[in-house]
């Protein structure tokens, strides 16, 4: 089932503006990942926080760990038309591979 | 580059036919591989977990008889969508883990039933 929670659903914002999309989780984790869909393709792995991480930083990617609120927090910053995608958080169960799939968040950034 | 690939892309098949498709890990080795399927503007929901030399595990609520999935090789795990419907149109998507804790996802695969 799914364990994470996203918002916003969607998100449109101006070329240039910071994009914050959120995930929440229900159950314990050891660590939490993003990750970039565009429409009708694979995957794209962005960055993994342990579960023992409270932020970290990839570019112009901004990931936050809250395990006492069971959130997470992935802030791009100055955003471009080719960031438009759809992006999920996902968590591991602990003591198993498995990834559990957050709603996601479709972002779309305005020229 | 690539580091896990499906096999094919996309195909159209006919209701009550079968269809397999491929999931490959192209330099690692993967005893645990994994499939998701997603709908149309929607999440990734996990289907089951392939298992190198052992049965596959499966989701609560996904039919085991209906998707089968075969982990043949530490390269190579198959599933096989059994006399689909057009309710089983969807997109596939397999992934590896890759050194315990990254996994790579495949491109998909998109199944359309007439």
């Known amino acids: 089932s799914q364990q994470g929670e996203e918002d916003p659903q969607a998100l449109s914002i101006q070329e240039g503006e910071n994009a914050t999309m959120n995930c929440s989780y229900k159950?314990?984790?050891?660590?939490l990942q993003w990750y970039r869909q565009n429409s009708g393709r694979g995957l794209v792995h962005l960055i993994l926080i342990r579960s023992n991480e409270r932020e970290k930083h990839s570019g112009r990617l901004r990931v936050t760990l809250d395990t006492s609120k069971k959130s997470s927090s992935l802030l791009i910053t100055a955003s471009r038309a080719a960031d438009t995608a759809s992006y999920f958080c996902?968590?591991?169960?602990?003591?198993?591979?498995?990834?559990?799939f957050g709603q996601g968040t479709r972002l779309t950034i305005n020229p | 580059g690539a580091v896990v690939s499906q096999h094919p892309s996309r195909v159209i098949c006919k209701s009550g036919t079968s269809v397999k498709i491929e999931c490959r890990s192209l330099?690692?080795?993967?005893?645990?591989m994994f499939w998701y399927r997603q709908f149309p503007k929607k999440s990734l929901m996990l289907m089951a977990t392939?298992?190198?030399?052992?049965?596959?595990?499966?989701e609560q609520g996904v039919e085991k008889d209906k998707f089968l999935i075969n982990h043949a090789s530490l390269t190579l795990s198959t599933l096989t969508v059994t006399s689909a419907h057009p309710e089983d149109s969807s997109f596939y998507i397999c992934?590896?883990?890759?050194?315990?804790?990254?996994?790579?996802f495949g491109p998909g695969t998109r199944l359309t039933v007439t």
């Open positions: 996902a968590t591991d169960v602990q003591g198993a591979q498995k990834l559990v």
């Open positions: 330099d690692f080795q993967a005893t645990t």
């Open positions: 159950t314990s984790i050891n660590n």
């Open positions: 992934s590896a883990p890759r050194r315990g804790l990254e996994q790579y």
């Open positions: 392939s298992n190198e030399g052992s049965k596959a595990t499966y």
